[in-house]
């Protein structure tokens, strides 16, 4: 194999494993922030992260120069995106176990598919959407309750809005590229996060004892660093490739759920977590086949 090849292979490798570590990184912060849930707001942990954020990303920012004006609104659209999708997270994980929020986070390569499509002009073959039809159908079976009556309907609402905002931030950072750099793409958001979240923070604020405020700090790194892996491997590869890698996240939810909250998934949980990998499995291979 050519010095070419090689090189081209590993930029197509690039993008899924960063996009796995991000996903690991998102479980643990989701885990964080269900247990602080508990006695924390919202505006509170989101603040704390965002300041995190803010202070290991602003020094290289700083260095990179001004954003362009005409790029200004995309970014803040971003940065609205993603604590957007923070804040109905951490409402949809104080309500539900991981994976039935999870569950309906494997909506996402719906969203962004259809966004892919419609914003960035990509083109997906037909039977790559009927593998994701498949995994709508598996995404279903274990709402069955929650449908019928006998789950949280709002955590289930919040988990969907939440999921719709992170298939917006793939797409956004798609668009913007990486003209700024990664440093610049995690300060604004962090930045509009300490600055939105930050006054509501201090009005709700809750004295954290000293494990929880080292929970809390340990929340921003793993923030910044989940999106950082998230905006870089979004800039290496398309995100309709990058988006079945999502249901990833259901390995960690299992494992999280029982270890840390006692909570083991139901049956409909299973039979559609196997629906979910086998679409997964196809649509893979699907990509894998076809010429690039």
Do not use: C
Request: net charge positive; aromatic share 8%.
């Amino acid at each position: 194999m050519s010095g070419a090849h090689r090189a081209q292979g590993g930029r197509g490798v690039r993008g899924p494993l960063l996009m796995l570590i991000a996903i690991a990184l998102f479980a643990v912060l989701d885990t964080i922030a269900k247990w602080l849930s508990g006695a924390y707001s919202s505006a509170q942990v989101i603040a704390l992260r965002s300041a995190v954020g803010l202070a290991l990303a602003a020094p290289v920012a700083a260095r990179a120069g001004v954003i362009a004006r005409e790029r200004l609104a995309l970014h803040a659209l971003r940065g609205g995106l993603i604590l957007s999708s923070a804040f109905f997270f951490f409402q949809a994980f104080a309500l539900l176990p991981l994976l039935d929020a999870y569950i309906v986070f494997f909506l996402a390569p719906f969203f962004t598919m259809g966004l892919a499509v419609a914003v960035l002009g990509e083109r997906v073959a037909p039977r790559a959407w009927a593998w994701a039809g498949l995994a709508f159908l598996g995404v279903l079976v274990p709402m069955v309750p929650a449908l019928t009556g006998g789950g949280a309907l709002v955590g289930y609402l919040s988990a969907l809005v939440g999921t719709a905002a992170t298939a917006g931030v793939m797409i956004t950072t798609r668009k913007l590229g990486a003209r700024e750099g990664l440093a610049v793409a995690m300060a604004v958001p962090a930045l509009l996060g300490v600055v939105i979240f930050g006054p509501v923070a201090v009005l709700v604020w809750v004295a954290p004892t000293g494990r929880d405020l080292a929970l809390l700090l340990v929340n921003g790194l793993v923030w910044t660093g989940a999106n950082l892996a998230l905006t870089a491997a979004v800039r290496a590869t398309e995100p309709s490739r990058l988006a079945p890698l999502d249901f990833t996240a259901m390995l960690w939810a299992v494992l999280f759920d029982a270890l840390v909250f006692g909570v083991s998934p139901s049956l409909l949980d299973l039979v559609g977590a196997f629906v979910v990998i086998l679409a997964t499995l196809g649509h893979q291979a699907e990509h894998g086949s076809r010429p690039r």
